[in-house]
């Protein structure tokens, strides 16, 4: 038993139900917004899905829905996770890159130019 609460306790195992849960609330958020933009683009268009969309009787109507839902999909993400994330650590690289390097650093700097001046 012990074994077993020492793997719940883990903090990779609680960090990735986080995860899990915030991305599924997140997958929620955005399915919905999906949805009210393929409604807009239904209004504008006069058929909210392409599901009846049939040329020369092949059905690629459920294709389409699916692929303007895709792209909507990745375009939120993209927009609004991965650009933000970037300019986030971006900035914070900027900063670490102008904070004063550790007395560790320091000390073996000058270790290895006193050794170059030697040879």
Request: proline letters at 9%; charged letters at 20%.
């Given at each position: 038993?012990?074994?077993?609460?020492?793997?719940?306790m883990r903090g990779n195992l609680i960090e990735l139900a986080v995860a899990f849960i915030i991305a599924t609330a997140f997958a929620a958020v955005v399915k919905s917004f999906?949805?009210?933009?393929?409604?807009?683009?239904g209004k504008i268009f006069t058929?909210?899905?392409?599901?009846?969309?049939?040329?020369?009787?092949?059905?690629v109507g459920p294709f389409l829905t699916a692929l303007v839902?895709?792209?909507?999909?990745?375009?939120?993400?993209?927009?609004?996770?991965?650009?933000?994330y970037e300019a986030f650590k971006a900035r914070?690289?900027?900063a670490e890159?102008?904070?004063?390097?550790?007395?560790e650093v320091v000390l073996l700097r000058e270790i290895r130019d006193a050794?170059?001046?030697r040879i």
């Open positions: 038993m012990k074994g077993f609460k020492d793997f719940i999906t949805d009210l933009l393929i409604a807009l683009i058929q909210p899905n392409f599901d009846t969309y049939r040329p020369g009787g092949v059905p839902a895709f792209l909507i999909m990745a375009a939120v993400v993209y927009f609004f996770v991965v650009k933000p914070y690289a900027k890159e102008d904070a004063a390097p550790d007395e050794l170059t001046r």
